[in-house]
């Protein structure tokens, strides 16, 4: 259970984010969606602790997210950015194993079998280097890295930003099959209407660090909080999947 | 990584590994100070009752004195008027037994009047000086196009250039110094006029100079003495009264002649001493003077040691004293600069300034002040090249990093130091490779290494001495070169090797 209340950044006179209260829907998938600097990425790096909010208190699982408490409760969030995130001197299994490992957690082989079955790598794959890898394969490791521990919470930010058509709807269909599976509560980033439709149960739809209307995909196609969330989705070029 | 371990630490303690008395005499960079320095080595080697050490050409005059009075030699052979009033300051000439009253404060004397007067002189061209019509200093006024070549030495001393120029109000600005061994083939080339000399120079006959008269009496006495710590006579009576011997024993034409041996046949200082003693000749094979005789001379696999302690010793250090301070630069925005602005400062002081500052604060010349000099040289490459490396961490990767929740040590080490150790590795390998040419420097305060060569061959103006301790060092820095390329492929992560650190996509 992840919840915001009158959460604030600045830097500066720049406004990345206006006061935001929300409760995140536990073992769902909400989306974030807006232009660039919108402050959907804000939010995300908020709710992972890497920065700290001006005004207002983030709740994780009933603890309040501080500097202290922010490296251990990151252990049961993971976390997917653009490309995988993946550290380039490192083999893909060692990405993946790089926190369990330290943590001197059991069962690794285990796990790490598990996750490839899931997201569909192969065993030669976990022994490349990213530079190695094609960018699908990269994110799918960023995925099982996000993975290891088992986290209740998945934060993913434009995780498929980076790849081809192709790929790109090939790994939507898993992630989605992946969370429903999973029963994560999942928060994704995306500036994709498309993608959001596809994923969101829950979308909100945010302008220049202002959350302008939270709902169902329904909610924001037939009654548009502004005019600007209708401009917003009729802008997208993408033809939306059927829902 | 054991066996680098293994091999420093036998290299800083390799040389320590002997005991017993030792007489430790010290000399100054150029010939004559080089032969008086073994002739009072082997005088006192003639009672055995303590080992003797020669520290030859070490720096200057003040390198000599720090070292004089910190213990670290014993004695040296040094001219009355140099104590007289670089010294001791002294405005007038004073007497022996006055100097000795003005050292004892010090816990130094002067004693062993060695019977010769080498005093500073200028000296020109013969053919010049006929040509011109030079036989005086004061004729020098008249010819103010005249260029000058003075030493560092003699342009610093104040009964050097300063005083000639205002005794005979000579129309000339001050010059940029000139190396004393190199002066005489700058008089050759016809590069410069007039040099400062000494009068026992063997080269004044050989390249054809004439030496000005010093018609108003500037240039005090420089009786060759030797300058001592008191006690000596108490630590090695017997050896001390064997130096009583060497009184009144040399004449100005019999240092002449010992140092033209030195510098116009070649012979070496230590026969040049016995032969002068009369101790025998027939130890030595022929005094041969071939570039490659010279580099494989006997003393090439103690200066090779020597040289490696200096540069690898020093190395040790400053990696394990930059690398943490690169980190800290790099995470502490605020001492970043002040870190990057001291290591660079450092860097920009002149080695033989360093050396001569160091030798009063350390108390001691030779291994170890040379250590402290090369470890701060060494340190703004591996301070830098940790600091900019971990700054150019890409964002995503400092976050991916961070996000996993990693501990801020575990992250430095399993992920960032990693990442940047190509570039840690690239400073490391600057700082090895600038070492060895830095710490030919060394040999001026006594440390040893190829610089000893490169010191006796500018004093000599020994090409292939000179030469016999350049290229050593030059193939050392390239074996270095080449040793830390190797070290890459060994120490870089597979998944970083020919390629940048980024994470862009494909």
């Not at chain 1, 005019?227 to 829902?243: G, M, T």
């Not at chain 2, 160091?358 to 940790?386: D, E, S, W």
């Not at chain 2, 490396?389 to 990693?418: D, K």
């Not at chain 2, 060569?453 to 103006?461: E, Q």
Request: aromatic share 8%; net charge neutral; glycine share 8%.
């Amino acid at each position: 259970m992840i919840t915001v209340t009158g959460v604030a950044k600045s830097y500066g006179q720049r406004v990345v984010l206006q006061a935001l209260t929300h409760g995140f829907k536990p073992g769902a998938t909400t989306v974030l969606i807006g232009p660039s600097g919108c402050g959907k990425s804000t939010l995300l790096r908020l709710l992972m602790g890497l920065i700290t909010p001006d005004t207002g208190s983030i709740l994780i699982d009933d603890q309040v997210l501080t500097a202290h408490n922010a490296q251990t409760l990151r252990h049961r969030m993971g976390y997917v950015i653009q490309d995988g995130g993946l550290f380039p001197h490192l083999t893909a299994r060692e990405n993946i194993l790089l926190l369990a490992t330290f943590l001197k957690r059991a069962a690794l082989a285990d796990r790490l079998a598990e996750l490839a079955h899931l997201v569909q790598l192969s065993q030669g794959d976990l022994d490349r280097y990213p530079s190695q890898l094609s960018g699908g394969q990269r994110q799918r490791v960023g995925l099982m890295r996000a993975l290891m521990l088992d986290p209740p919470v998945l934060l993913l930010d434009e995780p498929l930003g980076a790849l081809d058509p192709i790929t790109r709807s090939q790994l939507q269909a898993q992630l989605k099959a992946i969370f429903a599976q999973l029963l994560k509560t999942v928060i994704l980033v995306t500036h994709d209407m498309g993608e959001a439709a596809y994923f969101g149960a829950e979308i909100l739809l945010m302008r220049a660090g202002e959350v302008l209307q939270t709902g169902s995909l329904e909610d924001l196609l037939e009654r548009p909080a502004q005019p600007y969330v209708r401009d917003f989705i009729r802008a997208q070029r993408s033809p939306l999947p059927p829902l | 990584m054991k066996w680098v371990w293994i091999i420093s630490v036998w290299l800083l303690f390799a040389p320590w590994v002997q005991a017993q008395e030792t007489l430790t005499i010290g000399s100054k960079r150029f010939t004559e100070s080089y032969i008086l320095g073994e002739i009072i080595k082997q005088q006192a080697a003639t009672v055995p009752e303590a080992q003797g050490v020669h520290r030859q050409g070490l720096g200057n005059t003040g390198i000599l004195f720090s070292a004089l009075k910190s213990g670290s030699i014993d004695l040296y052979p040094e001219y009355t008027g140099t104590i007289d009033q670089e010294l001791l300051k002294n405005p007038q000439p004073h007497t022996l037994s006055q100097l000795n009253a003005q050292l004892l404060p010090l816990g130094l004397g002067v004693a062993v009047p060695l019977g010769f007067n080498n005093t500073y002189a200028l000296a020109v061209r013969a053919d010049d000086a006929k040509r011109l019509n030079l036989r005086r200093i004061s004729d020098l006024a008249q010819h103010p196009d005249l260029r000058l070549g003075l030493s560092q030495e003699f342009l610093g001393r104040q009964d050097g250039w300063p005083g000639v120029k205002r005794r005979y109000a000579l129309p000339f600005n001050t010059p940029k110094g000139l190396d004393h061994g190199l002066a005489y083939e700058a008089m050759a080339a016809k590069q410069v006029d007039v040099i400062d000399v000494y009068t026992t120079d063997a080269k004044i006959p050989r390249y054809q100079l004439q030496i000005l008269e010093d018609d108003r009496g500037f240039f005090p006495v420089y009786d060759a003495v030797l300058l001592y710590r008191l006690d000596l006579p108490q630590r090695l009576p017997q050896s001390w009264a064997a130096l009583q011997q060497l009184t009144g024993m040399i004449t100005a034409e019999q240092m002449s002649g010992l140092n033209a041996q030195a510098e116009l046949e070649g012979i070496s200082f230590a026969q040049i001493a016995r032969t002068f003693l009369n101790l025998g000749t027939t130890q030595d094979p022929p005094q041969t003077n071939s570039f490659w005789d010279q580099l494989w001379g006997e003393d090439f696999g103690r200066l090779t040691q020597e040289h490696l302690v200096l540069v690898f010793g020093s190395l040790v250090f400053s990696i394990l004293v930059g690398i943490p301070l690169g980190i800290w630069a790099a995470r502490v925005p605020t001492v970043a600069q002040g870190i990057l602005a001291v290591v660079g400062v450092v860097q920009t002081i002149p080695s033989l300034a360093l050396l001569a500052f160091l030798i009063p604060l350390l108390q001691q010349i030779g291994t170890l002040p040379a250590l402290v000099a090369l470890f701060l040289y060494a340190l703004l490459p591996i301070v830098r090249n940790t600091y900019t490396g971990l700054t150019e961490i890409p964002p995503q990767l400092q976050e991916s990093a961070l996000a996993l929740g990693l501990p801020n040590f575990a992250r430095l080490r399993l992920i960032e130091l990693p990442l940047v150790a190509p570039s840690i590795l690239a400073g490391i390998k600057t700082s090895a490779v600038i070492n060895v040419g830095t710490a030919t420097i060394a040999a001026f305060i006594g440390a040893g290494g190829y610089g000893e060569r490169i010191a006796a061959g500018l004093a000599l103006n020994d090409n292939a001495m000179l030469l016999a301790g350049a290229i050593p060092a030059a193939l050392l820095a390239l074996a270095i070169q080449f040793g830390f390329e190797l070290l890459d492929r060994w120490l870089i992560p597979k998944g970083l090797q020919n390629q940048k650190i980024s994470n862009t996509a494909d």
